[in-house]
């Protein structure tokens, strides 16, 4: 009962106030360690401090401030315009190929940033006018944008998996590894999508220009340091040259020197750099602060033990678990961020993966591709509606007519990496060998 009610003034506080999502947990935690605990609130105030101090001396935690220093120095040097850019040069001519320029320079700035929102914004100023100008559907333009946006959260550096290995006290490192091909494997569906819709209803996608190799390698030699640098930094991941706080400061060093070099960088952009990056990592540093508060009040209730037996009580199969996990995550996406959906489920229910039986790197995947699919989702996907606030005459119906066939591709990535586990694992695997 004290744990329905810790949760339940959690989401009253979530959905009634404008308190901070992380203060909120702050608050619901202490206070359920409070209650539990003979010492009373010393006690809630004393872990509160604890978990805050081991977060701010953590190591991995370290990793998320320079990669989104590294996404900040990237917009900052403009490379957003010139992956468009260089993507509309080399497959702008196909049927559909705005967009597939976009699937391509989403997941190229996703790989950059660490941030679906920052991506689906971005390139909705650059692709969504340039659709427009070749008559492509409105609706698909938008749901094109919306759905390759979600790359963000899944492609290393994603702050998500970040946030996920804190959680469970796990490898950064690996988690990151284990995103590649999940990665891969959702842009390479996104460009079937396009293909196929392009296809079946050319007037949703006519053609774009054509330029020369001329035009192509000069657009390609503005960019190839910066996905030369990606590439360095996930190759010395597999192979171990360097720690994930390593690579993020050398991503953020090098996406440093990449603006300055083009004379992107004056001192007053430096500093709002700084300043925004700086912002970015406190607010999650809070919310992480707060879900290992909320995470301690959990091992405290035993609620994890109490769910384990209830689940076993009832006879599933761990597959049948795994499987009702997933309807749960895809019904609390409907109506929660996805962000706050692994602060507030991972803590109770990794533990309960784990003694199923399963793989905590895999689970992490498939925990993440759900949240990704919730940003495209009815009624609250986050996605759709910075679109609509970006597009204000376009009717939320007409983005979601655009995202259905991505999310139908959604359902068949998630379908193969819950079926076959080495989609997930087989890279980490090499880091092992």
Known sequence: MLVILVFGSLLGL????????????????????????????????????????????NYNF?????????GVFV????????????????????????????????????????????????????????????????????GTVAAGGTLGILIPPSGALIIYALLIEGSV?????????????????????????????????????????????????????????????????????????????????????????????????????????????TMIFIVAAGALVLNQFINLSGVTGDAVDFIQSLGLEPWQVIACLIIFYFLLGCMMDGFAMIFLTVPIIAPLVADLGYDLVWWGIVTVMVVEISLITPPIGMNVFLLKAMQPNLPVTEIYKGIFPYLAADFVRLALVLFIPAIALWLPSLMHG
């Open 14 to 57: 979530i959905t009634f106030t404008r308190l901070p999502l992380g203060f909120v947990m702050l608050l619901t935690g202490g206070a359920g360690i409070a209650v539990l605990h003979p010492r009373g609130i010393p006690a809630g105030i004393a872990v509160a401090e604890q978990q805050i101090m081991d977060l701010a001396l």
């Open 62 to 70: 370290s990793v998320l401030p320079l990669f989104i220093l590294m």
């Open 75 to 142: 917009v900052k040097a403009g490379l957003a315009e010139e992956l468009f850019e260089a993507a509309r040069r080399w497959l702008g001519h196909y049927r559909g190929g705005l967009g597939l320029a976009t699937v391509a320079a989403c997941g190229g700035f996703s790989a950059m940033t660490a941030s679906s929102a920052a991506s689906t914004a971005t390139m909705a100023r650059l692709a969504i006018p340039e659709m427009d100008k070749y008559k492509y559907d409105q609706g698909f333009s938008s």
């Open 173 to 281: 490192a690996e988690l990151f590894i284990a995103g590649v091909l999940p990665g891969i494997l959702t842009a390479l569906l996104y460009l079937l999508v396009v293909a196929a819709v392009a296809r079946l209803a050319p007037q949703w996608a006519p053609s774009g220009p054509r330029f020369d190799w001329g035009a192509r390698f000069s657009a390609l030699w503005k960019i190839w340091v910066v996905l030369a640098l990606f590439g360095i930094i996930m190759v010395g991941l597999v192979l171990g040259w360097f720690s994930p706080t390593e690579a993020g400061g050398i991503g953020a060093g090098g996406a440093f020197i990449f603006a300055l070099v083009r004379r992107k960088l004056t001192w007053a952009i430096f500093v709002d750099a700084l300043a925004e990056a700086a912002k970015l990592s």
